[in-house]
């Protein structure tokens, strides 16, 4: 069973500019969650995509956007960077109806200059 | 309120202590709850999930929900140096997306 897989591992980019992060999900995963965890803070809820659909989102702006693929793979895309997005991202797969037991990938590292 | 609360810490326990980390939560996240074990640099790994009053134990590992006083607990039995990390409580309000919305996390230590 292949596990959630993301990248790049780390990422340095200037304030203003755009970023794309690939997250592939954890073998038969139909559903993706992307968090934000700052240092020294929990992880915190950006959106959930599931079959290719929008299925809830945290308190980001609309600057946070994301895809899935059918393959359920999905992309988190930032525009604007700004210094306050840096951070770890994280990418959860999950199957509904297990419990809703969510399984993160190892994290994108974005730095923001 | 927020909903999610754990103690920051840090804790810090003797090798082969019983750890207790402990979670309150609000109305808003009432469901099923989940911990964490996040090592320094790491992502979070999922190591326990618990739906129902009661216990749930798992290894070292014991859960423990009480949705009267909106309280989860994580014990570590006979803690490992190598049981030192971040524990991250985290709960979901069911619904239609499962969000999980977590606490800020608990710096553990077990010393030698």
């Known amino acids: 069973e292949t596990g959630v897989t993301q990248s790049p591992t780390h990422l340095i980019k200037t304030r203003g500019q755009q970023v794309t992060l690939r997250c592939s999900s954890q073998?038969?995963?139909?559903?993706v969650s992307w968090y934000q965890q700052a240092l020294g803070q929990g992880p915190q809820f950006i959106f959930q995509y599931y079959r290719e659909e929008e299925n809830g989102r945290g308190n980001f702006p609309p600057r946070f956007s994301g895809l899935q693929f059918p393959n359920y793979s999905s992309e988190l895309n930032v525009n604007a960077l700004e210094l306050d997005d840096s951070a770890l991202y994280l990418c959860a797969s999950s199957l509904p109806g297990q419990g809703n037991e969510q399984y993160f990938g190892p994290g994108t590292r974005l730095t923001v200059t | 309120q927020k909903e999610v609360e754990q103690n920051s810490g840090p804790l810090s326990v003797p090798e082969g202590a019983i750890a207790s980390l402990n979670c309150t939560y609000s109305?808003?996240?009432?469901?099923?709850f989940f911990w964490y074990r996040q090592y320094s640099g790491k992502s979070p790994e999922l190591i326990m999930s618990i739906y129902s009053n009661g216990d749930k134990e798992d290894g070292r590992f014991t859960a423990q929900l009480n949705k009267a006083s909106q309280y989860v607990s994580l014990l570590i039995r006979d803690s490992q140096p190598s049981d030192s990390a971040t524990y991250l409580c985290a709960g979901h309000s069911g619904g239609s997306n499962y969000k999980l919305t977590f606490g800020k996390g608990t710096l553990l230590t077990v010393n030698p």
């Open positions: 109305d808003r996240v009432s469901q099923s």
């Open positions: 073998s038969g995963h139909n559903t």
